[in-house]
């Protein structure tokens, strides 16, 4: 198993500039979700899912969009890049029920700077 | 509102005991996490506790109290390596809520 996977590790955008960070998983896990870390502030959810076809915002969706087509893959775009949105995107995910198993599974994370 | 605190830094020497605590006040309670994560690096999962009481796990411990609200992570016979961030977090239900996280507290293991 490759566990969780991101692309890319690293992305420098101008300001207005949009693109997709790419996040897929092989676990088969229901839940996948997208955390933004920044110095000081540690990890703050933007979107999340609970399976193909169910995204619902967190603590900071503006500016980002989500979606989940298959159980493998959850992208997050982002529409016009800001200055503010310079930070290190982590992806994660895990099962909803399954006796036993609750760790949340990491990516590598993508490290975004925005100029 | 939901609300996690944690010391922000803490130091100990090799060999050492350290006790990182995390207090927490959130609407609903199925879970608390301990997460290490070293620089540069993602997350990764340390221990779980949902009833109150002591997990022991190898070098590291982790206690829940629910009704204090508090847990704490316990870190035994510290070792360089050691050096790095401890994340604490709740989940508040089972299904269809992600973990919500502390600030992190950052060890440094000196020798």
């Known amino acids: 198993n490759a566990g969780v996977t991101q692309t890319p590790k690293f992305q420098v955008l101008k300001t207005g500039q949009s693109m997709t960070l790419q996040c897929a998983q092989d676990m088969n896990h229901e839940y996948m979700s997208w955390y933004r870390q920044d110095p000081g502030m540690g990890l703050r959810l933007i979107h999340y899912s609970v399976g193909a076809g169910i995204t619902d915002q967190g603590e900071v969706p503006n500016g980002y969009n989500v979606s989940r087509s298959t159980t493998e893959d959850f992208p997050l775009r982002l529409l016009s890049a800001a200055p503010s949105q310079t930070s290190v995107y982590f992806c994660?995910?895990?099962?909803?029920?399954?006796?036993?198993?609750?760790?949340?599974?990491f990516g590598p994370g993508t490290r975004l700077t925005v100029t | 509102g939901q609300n996690i605190d944690q010391p922000t830094e803490m130091t100990a020497t090799e060999g050492a005991i350290v006790q990182i605590n995390c207090t927490y006040q959130t609407s609903g309670f199925n879970g608390l996490f301990w997460y290490q994560q070293h620089a540069g690096e993602a997350p990764t999962f340390l221990s779980y506790n949902v009833l109150d009481g002591l997990e022991e796990k190898g070098r590291f411990s982790s206690f829940l109290s629910r009704s204090k609200g508090y847990s704490y992570l316990l870190l035994k016979e510290l070792q360089m390596k050691d050096s790095a961030s401890y994340l604490c977090a709740v989940r508040r239900n089972q299904a269809g809520t992600a973990l919500i996280f502390g600030k992190g507290t950052t060890l440094s293991v000196s020798s």
């Open positions: 994660a995910s895990r099962y909803i029920v399954r006796t036993g198993s609750y760790e949340q599974y």
